[in-house]
């Protein structure tokens, strides 16, 4: 009798061991500049999907998880696995004059609308079903998702009409920077990362931190410095809030969610950030229209300058993560259509050039063993479309790659678009 109690508990033992190992082997780890997944190379081709958790909450199934898993189906089909989402958002109504997304997860200071992570619980689950793997960023330097600016009304750090209107550049990049010196608002932030990682998915009864379906966790869309004079405050909160995610959470990898250099002032800056002991990889966005890297888009000759720039950019910050031995991935990069136009009835030319040009040398840095391991375009628009005669978005309006504050069209990426999918489906790794 004691022997055989032995046996079945050496068996029981037996069996959660090697069902724990495999639920750790789905997870996504660095190994040097590699991903790598239950010990094979994980390099990727992946979108940008903020708005995937937010179809959950649409009253017609057809627009909302219909959508969802068709075109969830669809990004599979064409090899995409790779997914960047937004994992809550912080108030309601508008900011800055323009519409937030929805539904708020944080309404109030550490009052948290649990139910509207429902839709995050639902993708998740249905990205497992199709081994896909989530990046989930927890707030935003910009105003779409209420972010920063949210937390530093909530404390006082901005006036309401100054947080209504429309600010400038300067005056935003003024308002932005108390961020990183605003102890509560931190604070808050911070209650937001821990009740998401902690939180049980409704869905699959799964803990958030023990689901390998999520890559990563990354601090937040851009967090930017905004000033010079925040610099100091700024390294010191991405390198607290790392150590805090970590201390729980062992099992994921955490990202910034920067754009560069271009985001953090210099690269000296984007090194130090980077060489963390918390912080397991970087990430780079190139915005050639944003930054003003070309004035006229038909332009032979600045868009071949486009090219240089944009290689340039990837070459200088794969330098800097060659150095730091982690990997790099280019996470948000796009293109407008040809004439500028936000009609999925143009062309887009141009942008499959640009496209192209990106995924060779991603391509090419697979064999040659980059820092560049994954590369996630911005942004997928699929199913939707944009009104006629309305460039941007109103409350009720089909999601789409483009934030609220952007024209709809600019740089979604939508299911009809034939030939920027050839130029994606080329490159993928077989």
Wanted: glycine fraction near 6%; proline fraction near 4%.
């Amino acid at each position: 009798m004691y022997l055989r109690h032995n046996i079945i508990l050496s068996l029981f033992i037996s069996i959660v061991v090697i069902s724990c190992s495999k639920d750790q082997d789905d997870f996504v780890k660095i190994n040097k500049t590699n991903f790598e997944i239950n010990g094979k190379d994980y390099a990727y081709i992946g979108t940008n999907y903020w708005y995937g958790p937010s179809l959950y909450f649409q009253k017609d199934e057809q627009r909302g998880i219909k959508r969802l898993s068709s075109e969830l189906d669809f990004l599979v089909s064409k090899g995409i696995k790779n997914l960047r989402i937004v994992a809550a958002v912080e108030g309601e109504g508008l900011l800055q004059g323009v519409p937030r997304v929805g539904p708020v997860y944080q309404s109030a200071p550490g009052v948290f609308q649990a139910d509207n992570l429902k839709g995050l619980d639902l993708l998740l689950s249905e990205m497992s079903k199709r081994k896909m793997k989530a990046v989930l960023f927890f707030s935003n330097n910009w105003d779409w998702s209420g972010g920063f600016l949210q937390y530093l009304r909530w404390n006082n750090q901005v006036t309401e009409e100054d947080f209504q209107a429309k600010l400038s550049w300067d005056s935003l990049r003024d308002v932005v920077s108390k961020f990183y010196s605003c102890a509560p608002c931190k604070e808050q932030y911070l209650d937001q990362v821990l009740s998401i990682i902690n939180r049980k998915n409704t869905v699959t009864g799964q803990i958030y931190k023990d689901d390998g379906t999520i890559m990563a966790w990354q601090l937040a869309n851009e967090p930017r410095p905004m000033r010079p004079a925040a610099l100091a405050d700024y390294i010191k909160w991405i390198s607290d809030v790392a150590a805090e995610i970590k201390k729980i959470d062992s099992k994921h990898l955490v990202t910034i969610g920067v754009e560069g250099e271009i985001g953090t002032e210099n690269i000296e800056t984007f090194k130090k950030i980077h060489s963390d002991k918390n912080i397991d990889y970087a990430t780079i966005h190139i915005w050639p229209r944003n930054w003003s890297w070309y004035k006229e888009l038909h332009d032979e000759g600045q868009f071949a300058q486009v090219l240089e720039l944009t290689k340039s950019y990837i070459d200088s910050h794969s330098d800097v993560m060659k150095e730091l031995g982690k990997p790099l991935v280019l996470e948000e990069f796009g293109y407008p259509r040809d004439n500028n136009s936000f009609s999925p009835d143009e062309k887009t030319s141009i942008r499959d050039k640009f496209y192209g040009e990106i995924l060779n040398k991603w391509n090419n840095g697979i064999k040659d063993k980059s820092p560049l391991r994954g590369i996630n375009f911005w942004a997928f628009g699929g199913q939707a479309r944009p009104i006629k005669n309305q460039n941007f978005w109103k409350e009720g309006d089909d999601y789409m790659g483009d934030p609220p504050m952007e024209e709809q069209g600019l740089y979604s990426v939508f299911d009809s678009d034939t030939s920027t999918w050839n130029v994606i489906t080329k490159y993928q790794i077989k």
